[in-house]
Nanobody, 114 residues
């Protein structure tokens, strides 16, 4: 299983970014996919989940600002992040559980300046 996250960068407060995660080694359409983030000095935290049937759930801190989506043909997971805040600054990871083990992408840095 390989997960490759991309799309991070530096953006001003109120701006937007779209993260992508390319998956290989799994039948992508069958898997629940998740985004996590790790803010400076904090533990990794769950951000959002997209199930195989496209049901989406969000952490309260990002609800209404972030949108998770997936393209099962291209085997890509996305996270559209709008109205970004400085507290969204973090390394963002995509992840999935395969055969009882959590697989992580390499992370992509998002920095939001005030």
């Amino acid at each position: 299983v390989q997960l490759q996250a991309s799309g991070g960068g530096l953006v001003q407060s109120g701006g937007s970014l779209r993260l992508s995660c390319a998956a290989s080694g799994i039948v992508f359409s069958r898997y629940t996919m998740r985004w996590f983030r790790q803010r400076p000095g904090k533990e990794r935290e769950w951000v959002s989940t997209a199930t195989s049937n496209h049901t989406a759930t969000y952490a309260d801190s990002v609800k209404g600002r972030f949108t998770i989506s997936r393209d099962n043909v291209r085997r890509n997971l996305y996270l559209q992040m709008n109205n970004l805040k400085p507290e969204d600054t973090a390394v963002y990871y995509c992840a999935t559980n395969h055969t009882g083990r959590q697989f992580w992408g390499q992370g992509t840095q998002v920095t939001v300046s005030s």
